[in-house]
């Protein structure tokens, strides 16, 4: 494939958080090394002995690096090679698993067949045949055209897999991925959330003209949630991972917490009653209706002066939400901020910023974090950073931290509010037309972990505040005409890119365009599903 650059891929590097993972609180199962999943227990393993490489293709065309699973424990057993693109520092992890129930819940496979090779390289892709009433979970990679020993790795009995699906591109022989060709992808099960009991092994898929092999991830047949932490542990996870956020210097409207907003004047409407709003009650609002849908008839209006608008930061609180993930082998930490405004939008038009006037203004605005945390070790693994109507995981490599610590900083976006993992600008749309996303470091600075409370999670048994069960709208409906807004505009814009103007924005979601009030954090998919990408 060539000769690449001599300098050190980033993969050769292997990442560590700044400081130790502390020894964590006595109590159930979290951080204990192993979780089981019904009889079949699995550990996690960060250690890798390097198989095969290649240096070009994948992202960044800067290849892929293929590992197997090194110091597994006596009696455990190897379930899929490890692959990650050269590009990122080596940071991942892959299950291994031992049988302990005598039910025969591992099996050797028969066979391999042959997925891939590198045509006169060494490099070559296995798929395991599995046994009757088995399947297989994971490639085996190799450095020969001679077959893998059936001893080298386990299929698993077909009643504690699960189905998966793709998940990020690793690589494949062009630099951006090619259907039609061939792709290595991780893998993640196809069903994820609270519920869920799919459990991701951190092996690889590999798909060849379009088709990817049919491998699947682990059951966890009984999830009790032995492995998820308890409060005490929570507190600890805080304490070490909570983001420290940073608003941008010409920030107007920063966040504050719900105590003082509903002291300093947030207002319940009704709808049939709207010129008589009633104040909340602090410091939870237990007057609010609990319930029910969001059918407009109660929204949170708030006073007109700026001063409200303009938020407390010395009194903004995080409010977590501790979800069990992918098979209870995972801890979320959703870790939600409240603004009481949104601001006004900007965009880039052929490289000069435009005002959007009104549009982005909107009542009560809620953004989050979410930190997930293996339950194997505690350790913190990626983070999922909000982005308006969606969002993007960031894996840990990526971000920037604290200074001696192992707080992630984040940064939000000027008015907005969204989470970016770097300071700069983000276009959200082309270099010819897009909404600025603006962040950078200011005094104005958020430690999440410093004031939260955590307000949900069901296996805690936790009470949840009363301002969480109110279902309906945290702001108004539109005050204002989009069209009108749009129209002020584009007076100012070459008549060329009016009209492409008028359509960018037409395409923003009601979020950024302000059109209704937001409803609040269990209203949203992602309170008891995974997040939104």
């Known amino acids: 494939m060539g000769n690449r650059n001599t300098s050190p891929l980033p993969i050769e590097t292997t990442f560590k958080l700044q400081t130790q993972i502390p020894t964590w609180p006595q109590g159930n199962g979290f951080g204990s090394g192993i979780i089981d999943l019904g009889g079949l227990q699995v550990r996690q393993i960060t250690t890798f002995n390097k198989v095969w490489a290649t240096p070009q293709g994948g992202p960044s065309n800067l290849g892929a690096t293929f590992y197997e699973p090194s110091s597994i424990p006596q009696g455990f057993f190897m379930l899929g090679s490890y ?11 892959v299950l291994v698993a031992k049988d302990v129930s005598n039910a025969k819940i591992l099996d050797k496979p028969t066979d391999y067949t ?18 009757q009433g088995y399947k297989s979970v994971g490639h085996v990679v190799t450095t020969s055209s001679e077959k893998p020993s059936v001893d080298k790795i386990r299929c698993v009995r077909s009643d504690f897999t699960e189905v998966n699906e793709i998940d990020a591109w ?11 060709g061939f792709n290595v992808y991780g893998s993640k099960p196809a069903t ?17 003209n379009g088709t990817a092999g049919l491998l699947v991830c682990l059951k966890n047949v009984q999830p009790n949630f032995s492995a998820m932490p308890s409060l005490d542990q929570i507190q600890t996870l805080m304490k070490n991972y909570s983001p420290i956020v940073y608003f941008h210097p010409d920030e107007e409207y920063l966040p504050s917490s719900l105590k003082w907003f509903f002291e300093n004047g947030a207002l319940l409407y009704t709808k049939g009653d709207d010129t008589n709003p009633i104040p909340i009650t602090p410091p939870a609002g237990s007057n609010l209706p609990q319930g029910g849908s969001n059918d407009g008839a109660y929204w949170i209006g708030q006073p007109s002066n700026e001063s409200f608008r303009k938020g407390n930061l010395a009194s903004a609180e995080s409010y977590v939400n501790v979800k069990p993930m992918l098979g209870g082998t995972f801890t979320d930490l959703a870790i939600w901020i409240f603004y009481p405004f949104n601001g006004p939008a900007r965009a880039s038009v052929a490289g000069v910023t435009i005002a959007l006037g009104k549009i982005g203004e909107h009542q009560g605005d809620w953004e989050h974090v979410t930190l997930r945390i293996s339950n194997f070790s505690g350790e913190l693994r990626s983070v999922y950073l909000s982005t308006h109507s969606n969002g993007s995981w960031t894996s840990v490599p ?5 200074s001696n610590s192992n707080k992630p900083v984040v940064y939000a976006s000027l008015h907005g509010h969204a989470m970016y993992p770097k300071a700069g600008l983000v276009l959200q749309g082309n270099a010819a037309i897009g909404l600025r996303n603006d962040s950078a470091k200011s005094n104005n600075v958020m430690n999440t972990g410093v004031s939260f409370q955590i307000v949900a999670g069901e296996y805690l048994s936790i009470v949840e505040p009363p301002w969480l069960n109110y279902f309906r709208e945290w702001g108004p409906r539109i005050s204002y005409n989009t069209a009108t807004e749009i129209n002020k505009v584009q007076q100012n814009l070459p008549q060329n890119l009016r009209s492409s103007f008028a359509s960018f924005v037409n395409s923003l979601p009601d979020e950024i365009l302000g059109q209704v009030g937001p409803t609040g954090p269990k209203m949203k998919n992602n309170w008891s599903g995974d997040e939104k990408v």
């Open 192 to 208: 994820r959330g609270t519920q869920g009991v799919g459990v991701p092994i951190g092996t690889f898929i590999v798909q060849n």
């Open 83 to 93: 692959s990650q693109s050269n590009n990122k520092p080596l940071y991942g992890s």
């Open 398 to 402: 990526e971000l920037e931290y604290q």
């Open 170 to 180: 690793i690589w494949g022989l062009k630099k951006e991925a090619d259907p039609s």
């Open 114 to 131: 042959l997925v891939w090779n590198n045509q006169g390289g060494n490099g070559y892709i296995w798929l395991p045949t599995p046994p």
